[in-house]
């Protein structure tokens, strides 16, 4: 497959549909890459990530999945810049394994064209020094295509975590970059079901990889981890929410919930971001603790008694597939949620979290929660858990790429071939 083009036509002269989902969603297996792309380990292809969302912010899809693809190859994930000082640079950190922050660091009053131009100059300096000569382009948001030109990655890959152009602030110009996107994507991977049927039909190789999860890390919480110092004082039973507070999160919700169970405490962990903090309700029985480092979340998460997924009906919470649903249930914890579409399917339709959307249902349902006595839920969780994890996600995700690799490869020995010839 070419550069920014579609996979060929199949006979029939349609276009191939795109296999279902993997994992529990999917009705029948399908098989990730080709022999020739299974065969081969494409060391020498490095990764650029270009991403919206800080390295250091909350630990999710796009740390979950770098991490792993940084074990066998340099990854470079290249942030938004930051603005101050005198002249433009980049600031590279290196992580763990091969991993490497890169930071564009720009001069204050630069209009968006120039902003744009210099990440361009920074990004191509970023290639120069150091000699990344074959690698994989990888987009989280459309945004990047600004200053992603003149680029030739070995492959592009557009992984579709949230449906951005619904989130607050979103810039107007992201859905036509979006679809310029589409046009140059060999593959599109979408972080939930939902997403993946909202934009199938714009692409003929676009994959679902629904949240995944690290059991072993959250089940941590099942072993009587200590009580973190800051919410130890926090009386019983504690229900909690750990995650960004933002246009998605539902405070309406939360004050009424507050409100009809005075002698319940609500532990709200995260960091406020677009919303004012003064939105919030304040309650004595409500408690905001700043963000945790992923390390930290198990100790929080295992001394609550239920845990929460406290997301709002908007636009911005249409396409979601929170990753902590199944966190929240590796730690062995009774879940209740609103209704969102990628939790009720599959995990409400399951019976493993249980579905509300007012108050006196969501209290209804964390009552049954903290009765809960059902000695098949927990083995069920498991069940459900096994099927699911970061590392099969990233092996699935890289077979993918492997084919077009092989098949880019393969085109380019043809074409040799024929060359030399003539």
Avoid at 42 to 60: A, E, N
Avoid at 175 to 188: I, K, P, S, W
Avoid at 246 to 253: A, I, P, T, Y
Avoid at 296 to 325: M, Q
């Amino acid at each position: 497959m070419g550069k920014g083009t579609n996979p060929p036509l199949p006979a029939s002269g349609k276009k191939a549909a795109p296999p279902g989902p993997p994992g529990d969603a999917c009705p029948t297996p399908f098989s990730f890459g080709r022999q020739s792309a299974a065969s081969a380990d494409f060391s020498d292809v490095d990764l650029i990530c270009l991403s919206h969302l800080r390295w250091d912010f909350v630990y999710q899809r796009p740390q979950h999945l770098m991490t792993r693809c940084a074990k066998q190859r340099r990854v470079y994930f290249f942030e938004e810049p930051i603005f101050g000082g005198d002249t433009a640079h980049l600031e590279i950190s290196l992580r763990e394994n091969k991993l490497r922050v890169v930071v564009p660091h720009l001069p204050h009053g630069l209009d968006p064209e120039q902003v744009e131009d210099s990440q361009r100059e920074l990004l191509h300096q970023l290639l120069r020094d150091e000699n990344i000569k074959k690698y994989v382009f990888w987009a989280y948001t459309p945004m990047a295509l600004g200053f992603a030109e003149g680029l030739e990655p070995a492959a592009y890959v557009y992984d579709c975590m949230d449906e951005l152009s619904l989130f607050r602030g979103a810039p107007p110009i992201l859905r036509e970059r979006e679809q310029e996107l589409f046009r140059r994507a060999d593959l599109v991977f979408t972080g939930g079901q939902s997403l993946y049927e909202a934009k199938r039909q714009q692409h003929a190789r676009a994959y679902p990889f629904p949240s995944s999860i690290d059991v072993e890390h959250f089940a941590q919480a099942r072993h009587g981890i200590e009580d973190p110092e800051d919410q130890a004082p926090i009386p019983h039973p504690r229900m909690g929410f750990y995650g960004v507070l933002d246009e998605r999160f539902d405070k309406e919700l939360l004050a009424g919930i507050a409100e009809l169970r005075p002698d319940w405490h609500f532990v709200m962990v995260g960091p406020i971001v677009k919303i004012d903090p003064s939105e919030l309700p304040q309650r004595a029985n409500i408690h905001y603790l700043p963000s945790k480092t992923y390390k930290e979340l198990p100790a929080y998460l295992g001394n609550w008694d239920v845990a929460l997924l406290l997301f709002a009906h908007n636009d911005s919470t249409r396409f979601i597939s929170p990753t902590k649903t199944p966190e929240y249930l590796a730690a062995g914890k009774p879940v209740v949620s609103t209704s969102i579409q990628d939790v009720v399917r599959p995990y409400g339709d399951q019976g493993l979290v249980k579905i509300a959307d007012e108050p006196q249902a969501f209290v209804d349902a964390i009552s049954e929660c903290l009765a809960l006595n059902d000695e098949t839920w927990l083995p069920r969780v498991d069940a459900f858990l096994a099927t699911n994890s970061w590392d099969l996600t990233w092996r699935q995700m890289w077979s993918l790429i492997s084919e077009v690799l092989a098949g880019k490869a393969d085109s380019t020995s043809v074409q040799d071939e024929y060359m030399n010839a003539i």
